[in-house]
């Protein structure tokens, strides 16, 4: 397999990806996005340090000082030793059974050049990276743990890029109580397919550090799992500290059994949400054993005064709900806005590429916007509240707009809970039974 080439300039995070034909304006976008400047937060500063070498092979940790090919580390573990603020670790090619690694701040551990380089325990997380800030990981495999690939607790500002993470059971990354995360162009697989609740990439508790911050989660390709992307919290621990937060999750292609994008919670310091342009599709081999009514595509099941806006994603398969963003009396979105996004696949046939439920969104005093989607499913939009009678007029903030919706023979192209049912301005829509 073709190792991904990553470069970093670390006083601006630009990085160099060696591209498809045409991706190259997608790399430009991202690096505007992983800028210190973007990310809202002024790091500290560090001039370059030493660069380490790890060889399995060749390399010894009691003889060699590791600042040369000619004399390597032997060990991973004995390299981040030493390596401290500014230092880099360049790990030779091979097959290294290494595990509760933990960098020091401001260090960079990388594959060495091409070189396929892999990283495993069959128990333990292979890194963990704890109260610490600007680590980097980029291009070389973790794999074949029954815990996580890189854990992160209690930091900022923690790049992982063009990393391939192979069968890692609890999440390929997880991170707790951390900001500033930048999760870019990485490759998580698990054969034969995992059957979990953990997510590849979780980021659980997520506070915006001392100031506002982004987390963008871009280009990553997972497969062979039940939950691609998790993003969860809850009121005890986020929103009593550290900035807002903008998360951007966009670009991903996600192959899943039950959720492609999760993102649940209380977490009051999110204020910002974009959802765009992932690929989404259901696989039954992660099923999770049983018909799930929760199953969706993308599901956002918080609010707090948050805006949020999932557009142009592409979601096919059996999922029971394409994109489900919920709103309920508590916890109330600012602004939603849907738009662009394909759900389903145009087709005589029901299954296996309709959703159940193309859009769930729960009402309330929400600037709510559905526009130019298409949709084919069971069921086109289902506009829900648990307690509409409490809105004076459940249309009053809500515009649905130049949507396809084709949905099945005696099923309704928008439901609703107050009986308008398809009555919604049609003209406005097309609307095909099949």
Known sequence: MARKTIGCKEGKRTYNHTLAAGAAVILLIIIGAVSYANFGTSWPTFAAGKTYY????????????????????KTVKKALSVAIRGATVNIRGGAYRESNLYPKAGVTIQGYGTESTTLWDSSRSVFVVENVDTVTFRNFTI??????????????????VGMTFQNVKEGA???????????LYNTITNSPPLVSNHGAIMLVWPRGGWRSIWDNIYDNTITGRSVG?????????????????????SNNKITV?????????????????????NIITYDPNTYTGYFDFDSAGVLLETGAGMTATIENNTITGDFYYGLKPWNDLSNLYKYLLVRGNTI???????????????V?????????????????????????????????????????????IE????????????????????????????
């Not at 990354?173 to 999760?183: K, P």
């Not at 087709?347 to 439920?357: D, K, L, V």
């Not at 499913?377 to 409490?390: A, F, P, R």
């Open 54 to 73: 790890v060889d399995a092979a060749n390399g010894n940790d009691s003889n060699n000082d590791g600042m040369s090919l000619g004399a390597p580390f």
């Open 143 to 160: 794999a074949d743990t029954s815990a996580k690939g890189i854990l992160v607790k209690n930091s900022g500002n923690i790049h992982i």
């Open 173 to 183: 990354i997880h991170c707790e109580n951390s900001w500033g995360m930048a999760i």
């Open 229 to 249: 992307i998790a993003y969860m919290s809850d009121s005890e621990h986020s929103g009593g500290e550290g900035g807002e937060v903008t998360l951007s999750i």
């Open 257 to 277: 059994g039950r959720m492609g994008i999760q993102i649940t919670g209380t977490p009051l310091n999110i204020k910002t949400v974009y959802v765009r342009k």
């Open 344 to 358: 389903g696949i145009a087709q005589t046939a029901p299954r296996p590429n309709y959703a159940i439920r193309c």
């Open 360 to 404: 769930r969104i729960g009402l309330g005093d929400t600037i709510t916007k559905i526009h130019a989607n298409k949709l084919y499913g069971d069921n086109g939009i289902v506009l829900s509240y648990e307690d509409v009678e409490k809105l004076s007029d459940p249309r009053k903030n809500l515009s649905i707009l130049t949507n396809v």
């Open 407 to 434: 949905v099945s023979s005696g099923q309704q192209a928008i439901q609703d809970d107050w009986g308008q049912g398809d009555k919604w301005d049609p003209p406005k829509n097309r609307i095909i039974y099949r």
